[in-house]
């Protein structure tokens, strides 16, 4: 079932942030398909999910976006771009929804399930994490996001994760300001130009001396 | 190169958060050196890799951990405990420190990368970001986190992304109390047990429909 691991770190050593898309390529449906699958099935703290993807393909609104994206020209060329959206708040309602899913999906009576929603609540909720709790909505987004570069990158498909954007003009343009969610982080994803000449350029890492150590 | 889509998603479909592991199962030294590859391979904003990972294999140091880690047996039994560790400031020096190294990677001339380095200076430095720098470190931290489990699993590796610990024991622990670094999440990667209950049930997602949305 696994992969060798040389074909994981061709992988990752054949990924870069792509600076210029090939506007003509778009990514197969049943690709995309499985990347879907893939933002579905990230893990995140207790499983609860805190995010949704908006999946944007249409021209017009891409083209909005750009100019507040730092005018990129990842956004506007990239086959999908995906919008990262995390939960503003965890409130009891969000423990609810799990609650239900998770005796849903495992045939069990939700009070069953008390003790667990318990320990979440006296967590995110009632305890110290409440307050800073966009903050971890934000870290579990960025699981999804280090999912999905990997996963694009196994799968052959080209990303460019994009933190330079407005997330209150982003908001507004995709109608979030009364939602439950808010912009987080992008990822263009498509094909990389022929024409793009940073995907010639040696990739800079610091040493592994220097980044782990051993204990 | 690519695999196919049906490699990846069975790998996301075994994986799950492992609550108990096979203490004595230890990960073969050649798949441990490809999660560190994976670590070191992780793209960061500006590629800045705002961060460091502790490999803890020391019996008597995880157990010192355990009970900063609401007690969870994982901390001991895992094969490698890493602890994911986000710098705590972004400065000149790090800028610098990328500079140099893109210049030598690349065989530049570390002057011709001065409107590299003011962009970032702008954003992270002197910017808005600046008054928020741990969180986006942290989430940068949370790419790795991504990265880890989904490459983890992909080689067959068990893992256990843990948020239930404490930040500030073990940075006093780890030393880390003077350093620029801070403790920031932590990944137990080894082997589940066949005893562990959890690795039978069925995993809890949302309908696709509910968590994505195209426009």
Redesign the interface.
């Known amino acids: 079932?696994?992969?060798p691991?040389e074909?994981?770190?061709?992988?990752?050593?054949?990924?870069y942030?792509t600076k210029a898309f090939d506007a003509g390529r778009s990514i197969p449906d049943?690709?995309w398909q499985?990347l879907?699958?893939?933002?579905?099935?990230?893990?995140s703290?207790y499983?609860l999910?805190p995010?949704?993807?908006?999946?944007?393909?249409?021209a017009a609104?891409k083209a909005e976006l750009r100019p507040h994206s730092w005018n990129q020209s990842q956004i506007t060329d990239a086959s999908h771009l995906v919008v990262l959206l995390s939960r503003r708040h965890i409130e009891g309602r969000d423990l609810d929804?799990?609650i239900e899913?998770?005796a849903s999906?495992?045939g069990l009576d939700p009070t069953t399930l008390a003790g667990y929603r318990q320990m979440m609540a006296k967590?995110l909720v009632d305890g110290p994490r409440s307050a800073t709790i966009e903050?971890w909505a934000?870290?579990?987004v960025?699981?999804?996001?280090?999912?999905?570069?990997?996963?694009a990158a196994?799968?052959?498909i080209d990303t460019c994760?994009i933190?330079?954007f407005s997330p209150p003009d982003y908001d507004r343009l995709?109608g979030l300001d009364d939602s439950d969610y808010r912009s987080c982080?992008v990822c263009a994803c498509g094909y990389r130009s022929s024409e793009d000449r940073y995907s010639g350029?040696?990739?800079?890492?610091?040493d592994?001396s220097?980044?782990?150590?051993?204990?």
């Not at 074909?7 to 990924?15: F, G, K, Q, V, Y």
């Not at 995010?51 to 249409?58: G, M, S, T």
């Not at 350029?201 to 610091?206: E, I, P, T």
């Open positions: 079932m696994s992969v691991s074909t994981l770190l061709e992988a990752l050593r054949w990924r942030a049943d690709l499985t879907e699958d893939t933002l579905v099935l990230t893990p703290s499983g999910q995010w949704r993807f908006l999946v944007i393909r249409d609104l929804r799990l899913a998770t999906s495992r967590d903050r934000s870290n579990q960025y699981i999804a996001l280090g999912n999905l570069m990997t996963a196994l799968l052959g994760p933190e330079g995709l982080v350029l040696a990739k800079v890492r610091y592994r220097e980044l782990i150590e051993q204990r």
